[in-house]
Each structure stands twice: as structure tokens, then as C-alpha cells.
């Protein structure tokens, strides 16, 4: 779907009339923010099969609430067992708790843009620099959504991992 | 909808500060607080807020105005920039091998980083790190953690290894590793068996005379189990039906 995204954002960027230029960038908009939800939608599933229908909406306090919540628990109950240390505990804890905290906050922004993408053409696409902006927020930006979902869904399934949980 | 003002002062003086945009939106009913991430912290402090304070505001205000709130923590200005000329430099200076690079601040001047690096070794990833914490310095800036994205160098935790033991028990030494060289491609016999000592000291671990290994009680104990899909238990049958066709 990213590549969907690259296309519609090129166009875009190619167009002369600002009209076709805002059609292009907003659906451009809507397949980078497509492309994160899927791949975080997928992940989650595979931990968990209740996660794979997770909605738009819900998924973002699902990561930090629902989560997190039998990693933490079973890191404490593995450190008191000496299956592994604090440190690795702290350790663990800590990059859930960033790649969590990091992907709710991108998915609830991106999904913003992507409704504001979709649902609001008052707001329009504007440029500056050949970059194309909505709401002041970057196209380019954007375009890192998948990339960045999927490194921090990684770090997720690997701390699962560590916790024995998957 | 609602009246922005009305809601600004039901947000109140004191939190109003950490605001930067209140935003009703129509296609889904939902009201919108911006708030900056460089206004974030752990816990509330002077000039900070926290994520539980923004989140009970929102609860407050949805109950006051029955309305769905969602609270969305802006970017830094300038994080992009920062991110994309970190990226760059190490893209010039490890060339070819520097796949992606992103970051995060966990707070004003630490930072979370994931990185994905192609043919990843231990040499290499000592170098990239010692040279990346070097250019935080130069920023005024340091590191939290960083994330190898995809790392061939990764090795199995202790929990890992007793779940994969209870799930395809008993197994001996060559053929644990047989299995787990697939997944783990640095791991060797003298680690695995260190690991597998160790375990056994714990009482978590029995090697039979025939140099088998199967999880005592207590090993089976530490194991997470239960009725999800992933759960160790529904692994454990997979592993005994599949050995029985």
C-alpha cells in the first residue's frame, strides 16, 4: 500500500493545477496512513487473534493499555523466577513502553490527517518548498508512517518474545 | 458541534498552557486536543505535563460534554530534520548499510532510536553505536536505547528457551540447535550450552542419561500458558501432532 502512496505523492508533486495537486497529496495522505494501520493491525494479530479486527479508533489505546499489560506482568513474574534479570527486565520494559507509547501516538496523528485527508476539503493541501503539507504536517513525514510501524511492531513482537508471551 | 471556547474554559487555566489546538471533527463526532510532545514528561512537573494528566482531561471533558476526545501529542519542530541529518550521516559514513533510522525522545534530551542495518555484526553494530552516541553528544543530546531492527545478532532470552523446550520436549543439544540456528543465526553450541547449564542449575531444566532435555515442575511452572491462540499449551499439542504424523 506504501507504494500506492509514493505514486499519488509524485503525482502530486507533478501537478501544475492546485486543485489536482490537493486530489493527489490528500489521497496519498490516505494510503500512508492505510499502509501503518494494516501492518500494525497485522502484527497485533499475530500476538493475539482478538487484535486482528481492532478498529482505527481503538487500536491506538489498545497498544499502551492492553498491549503492555501481560508483558509487564510476566517480566515481573520471570525476573522473580531469575529467568532474567532487572536490568534486562528495565530493559525490556523500556522499549516496549517507547515503541508502544511511539506507534499510538503516530497512528492517532495519522489517522487525524487521514480524516482530515478524506472528510474536510476546506482544509486544503498547500506547499512550500516542493513539499507538500495538510494542516502544516508533511507529506514527507508521512510517507515514513509504514516504515516506522514496522520497526516499532518489531521491537513489540520481540519483547513479547523475550516475555515468553509469543 | 461544540463551542471551542466553552471548551477551552472547561479545560481549565491551569492545563490550557499545554494545549495547543482544540479541533472538533465532524466526520466522527470526536473532539481534539493538540498537545506539543516537548510539553510531555513521565510525571507533571513545572512547565510539563504528563500523558495520565492529558488523558484524565479527556475523560473529563468527555463526560462534561458526552462527547469522544482524543488527545494527539504533535511532533517537535524540527524532530523531521534531525531525524532525516542523523540519518544521512550515517548513511554517508556506513555506506550501503544504514537501511533505516528513526527517533524518539523520551524526553527533552534523550532519545530512542531504531535502526536496521544491513549484514549486521558485531563489529559493525560496536562501531555504528560508538559513532552515533558520538554525534548525540555534538547535539547535546543522548540515548535511552536502541532498537536493531531485524538483527541476525539477537540471541533467545531464557523464557524463549523454556517455552520452546515445553513445546517440542525432549529434545537433545544437536537438535535444539538445529532448530534454533534458523532463527538466531550467531548462536552456537558453547552459548547454548552455558544457557542450558545454567537453566538446569535453576531446577527448571532435567538432562536424561540419554543427554535429553525436558522441563522439570518447575520449568513448566515458569512457562506462561492459557487458552489463547499463541498460548504455549496450543504450541505444545501442534509440536505432538505434528511429531506424531
Known amino acids: ?166 | 458541534m461544540l463551542n471551542n471556547d466553552e471548551v477551552i474554559t472547561a479545560i481549565g487555566r491551569r492545563l490550557i498552557k499545554f494545549v495547543n489546538e482544540v479541533r472538533f471533527r465532524s466526520s466522527d463526532g470526536t473532539l481534539l486536543l493538540y498537545v506539543g510532545l516537548e510539553k510531555v514528561a513521565d510525571k507533571v512537573s513545572p512547565g510539563f505535563t504528563s500523558n495520565k494528566q492529558m488523558n484524565n482531561l479527556a475523560n473529563r471533558l468527555a463526560k462534561n460534554f458526552s462527547s469522544e476526545v482524543a488527545v494527539i501529542y504533535t511532533i517537535k519542530e524540527g524532530h523531521d530534520d534531525l531525524e532525516n541529518a542523523f540519518f544521512q550521516i550515517l548513511k554517508q559514513k556506513f555506506t550501503d548499510q544504514i537501511l533505516s533510522f528513526y527517533i524518539s525522545y523520551s524526553d527533552k534530551t534523550t532519545v530512542n532510536t531504531w535502526l536496521e542495518v544491513s549484514e549486521l555484526s558485531d563489529k559493525l553494530k560496536n562501531r555504528i553505536e560508538e559513532y552515533y552516541i558520538k554525534l548525540l553528544q555534538e547535539a547535546d543530546l543522548s540515548i535511552n536505547s536502541i532498537q536493531w531492527i531485524d538483527s541476525n545478532l539477537d540471541l533467545p532470552s531464557i523464557p524463549w528457551l523454556l517455552r520452546f523446550l515445553k513445546a517440542n520436549q525432549p529434545l537433545n543439544l544437536s537438535s535444539i540447535m538445529k532448530v534454533l540456528v534458523k532463527e538466531f543465526p550467531t548462536i552456537n553450541d558453547k552459548w547454548l550450552n552455558h544457557k542450558l547449564d545454567y537453566i538446569r542449575k535453576k531446577g527448571m531444566l532435567i538432562r536424561e542419561k540419554d543427554g535429553n532435555y525436558c522441563l522439570s515442575f518447575k520449568g513448566l511452572s515458569v512457562v506462561p500458558a492459557g487458552t489463547r491462540r499463541s498460548s504455549s499449551d496450543i504450541d505444545r499439542a501442534l509440536a505432538l501432532g505434528r511429531n506424531k504424523w
Open chain 1, 1 to 166: 500500500m506504501k507504494i500506492v502512496g509514493v505514486k499519488l505523492e509524485d503525482w502530486a508533486k507533478d501537478q501544475k493545477e492546485v486543485i489536482e495537486k490537493d486530489a493527489f497529496g490528500r489521497s496519498a495522505f490516505n494510503r500512508y496512513y492505510y499502509a501503518a494501520y494494516l501492518i500494525t493491525r497485522h502484527n497485533l494479530g499475530e500476538l493475539d487473534s482478538k487484535w486482528k479486527t481492532e478498529k482505527h479508533k481503538s487500536i491506538p489505546n489498545t497498544l499502551v493499555t492492553t498491549v503492555r499489560k501481560p508483558v509487564i506482568k510476566e517480566l515481573e513474574k520471570q525476573c522473580k523466577k531469575g529467568t532474567i534479570t532487572k536490568s534486562e527486565q528495565s530493559s525490556a520494559m523500556s522499549s516496549l513502553k517507547a515503541a508502544t507509547n511511539e506507534l499510538s501516538n503516530m497512528l492517532t496523528q495519522a489517522y487525524d490527517l487521514r480524516c482530515i485527508a478524506d472528510y474536510e476539503p476546506e482544509i486544503s493541501i498547500s506547499t512550500k518548498d516542493n513539499i507538500l503539507l495538510l494542516k502544516g504536517y508533511k507529506l514527507s513525514t508521512a510517507r515514513e508512517w509504514p516504515g516506522k510501524a514496522n520497526a516499532y511492531c518489531k521491537t513489540i513482537r520481540k519483547i513479547w518474545g523475550i516475555a515468553s508471551l509469543a
